[in-house]
């Protein structure tokens, strides 16, 4: 099983709706999580960062934790074709001597006229 | 701010030869990591350096290696070099570390390997 798993897509939405990008995690113990964005032919940078259950809003981004289910969802409203890109979900985990950042492969997202 | 400097962006190597890729921080960054990215297996985490000493290592083979200078600059080193080896290799400063999940990444260096 693979620490952060994420399904490649691509995810299509029509401009203006609503984009849903999932992520789940093997380690119980990871205690933070990370949504970064990357454009084709481009590093990637990050967009959204939750820590505890719940949902987090910035802008038209919602990042959503469920840690009893190792679930962390990140949604764009009025997704725009300029959100076209692959969304990587980060989890970073303390292992006791140090701390391990783990990416899933990431979620193509395209958004169609 | 300036942001992330990845030397060189593009370089083409045989198999069996080495490489060493360099990474300048954010200034006031003192933390560098440094990942491999393939289309099959996405980012792959390589090391970290903290303020010279490594912190953390990856599941990598010891062809590949590490150093971060005391300006926070830092170069990896790719020895004995395999057709599996081309990937983008990745650079991230970050204030205070890869466990703060906020990471600032370079451009890249796209390494080919015939």
């Known amino acids: 099983q693979k620490e952060v798993e994420q399904n490649s897509g691509p995810l299509s939405v029509p401009e203006g709706a609503i984009a849903s990008l999932n992520c789940t995690y093997s380690d119980r113990v990871s205690q933070s999580f990370f949504w970064y964005r990357q454009y084709s032919g481009k590093s990637p940078e990050l967009i959204m960062s939750i820590y505890s259950n719940g949902d987090k809003e910035d802008g038209r981004f919602t990042a959503q934790l469920n840690k009893a289910s190792q679930y962390v969802s990140l949604l764009i409203r009025d997704s725009q074709p300029s959100d076209s890109a692959t969304y990587l979900c980060?989890?970073?985990?303390?292992?006791?001597?140090?701390?391990?950042?783990?990416f899933g492969t990431g979620t193509r997202l395209q958004v169609t006229l | 701010k300036a942001g992330v400097t990845q030397t060189p962006r593009y370089l083409i190597k045989t198999r069996g030869q080495q490489v060493t890729l360099s990474c300048s921080p954010i200034s006031g960054h003192r933390s560098v990591s440094w990942y491999q990215q393939t289309p099959g297996q996405g980012l792959q985490f390589l090391f970290e350096y903290f303020s010279e000493t490594q912190r953390n290592k990856g599941n990598f083979p010891g062809r590949f290696s590490g150093r971060q200078f005391s300006n926070s600059r830092s170069e990896m080193n790719v020895s004995t070099l395999e057709l599996g080896d081309s990937a983008l290799y990745l650079c991230?400063?970050?204030?205070?570390?890869?466990?703060?999940?906020?990471?600032?990444f370079g451009e890249g260096s796209r390494l080919t390997v015939l």
């Open positions: 980060a989890v970073n985990t303390y292992t006791g001597t140090a701390s391990k950042l783990t």
């Open positions: 991230a400063s970050s204030f205070a570390g890869t466990n703060t999940g906020e990471l600032f």
